[in-house]
């Protein structure tokens, strides 16, 4: 048996999918920092940038990354140690309050690492621990990340959109979910559709529809999934958008001019089409034809 042959299984392997799952609550972890940190880096930079532009003191000095300064209550400014920072058993050890102070903790951050943890453990027991489930691990935290800054701030960060990009052509390079002139066409058909309905939409009510970042999320997943997935892509986070729109508006009482983020539904069509797409689009011809 090969030294390769025991750490690349395919897919199907509860003990590496297991793994698999433990490593996606510690990669949650970090993806909650992206998640709350990156907005703002955005932010500092852009206020930076407008100071300096205005020969004015830059208002952003302190450092602030993904690394520092260390996570901090935002109520009391307790620091979060090691301890209680240990993925979902720290935030139920503490009952989800600051060791510090006891205010509440929001439980999106346990969601999220369990979140992460479900996503990874189906993506690798999928695809199998080879490279394909490797990169599709990769895809995963991605997409968690980009859903929910584009949920909060309606942002999709060309820091994540375009590294996504990059990576799904590169990995495609060796037909790992696609070929490289699928993943290529993609990429540029996956970009050119939502310009295209942008512009129509602008055209016809003088308003933007969306923003550019989705442009480039739905160019990736075109670089990732291929052209053959654009019309399931589009497809389903269509749907997705229609029915938890009009879900907000009849349960939430939410009104139709309050902008509503796209991103989150093409990263749920997007985690769709990545293992399935390809069974899908097969199961649709053959009803079709």
């Known amino acids: 048996m090969s030294f390769a042959s025991i750490y690349i299984v395919g897919p199907g392997s509860w003990p590496v999918s ?12 970090f993806l909650n920092v992206v998640i709350y940190r990156l907005p703002k880096m955005m932010q500092r930079q852009w206020d930076n940038y407008v100071a300096e532009q205005s020969d004015k003191e830059l208002p952003h000095q302190d450092e602030f990354n993904l690394m520092l ?10 620091q979060i140690s090691a301890m209680e920072n240990i993925p979902v058993i720290s935030y139920l050890a503490l009952r989800g309050k600051c ?12 969601l999220v690492e369990m979140a992460t943890a479900l996503l990874s453990f189906v993506l690798v027991w999928h695809f199998g621990s080879g490279l394909a489930g490797v990169a599709a691990l990769l895809f995963g935290f991605f997409m968690i990340a980009l859903a929910l800054i584009d949920f909060d701030t309606q ?28 993943a290529v066409i993609g990429a ?4 050119l559709t ?3 309905v942008y512009w129509a ?7 933007e529809g969306m923003g550019y970042g989705d442009f480039k999320l739905l160019a990736a997943l075109g670089a990732w999934c291929g052209w053959a997935a654009m019309p399931l892509i589009i497809l389903l986070s269509s749907l997705a958008g ?38 899908l689009n097969q199961t649709y011809l053959g009803m079709a034809f």
């Not at 300064?69 to 307790?78: E, T, V």
């Not at 939409?201 to 308003?207: A, H, I, V």
């Not at 939430?252 to 390809?278: C, E, N, S, T």
């Open 155 to 182: 942002l999709l960060p060309d820091d994540l959109t375009l590294p996504l990009l990059w990576c799904g052509l590169l990995i495609n390079t060796q037909g790992t979910f696609c070929s490289l002139n699928d």
């Open 99 to 110: 060791a510090g102070c006891r205010a509440p903790i929001s439980p999106r951050y346990p």
């Open 194 to 196: 939502l310009w295209c």
């Open 69 to 78: 300064p260390r996570s901090a209550c935002p109520h009391c400014g307790h």
């Open 18 to 29: 297991l793994l698999a799952g433990l490593l996606g609550l510690l990669i949650g972890s």
């Open 188 to 191: 540029v058909l996956g970009y």
């Open 242 to 279: 229609a029915v938890i729109g009009i879900s907000l508006m009849v349960f939430a009482k939410r009104g139709r001019d309050v902008p509503m983020p796209f991103g989150p539904f093409l990263v749920i069509a997007g985690l769709i089409a990545l293992p399935f797409g390809h069974h």
């Open 201 to 207: 939409f602008k055209l016809l009510t003088g308003k």
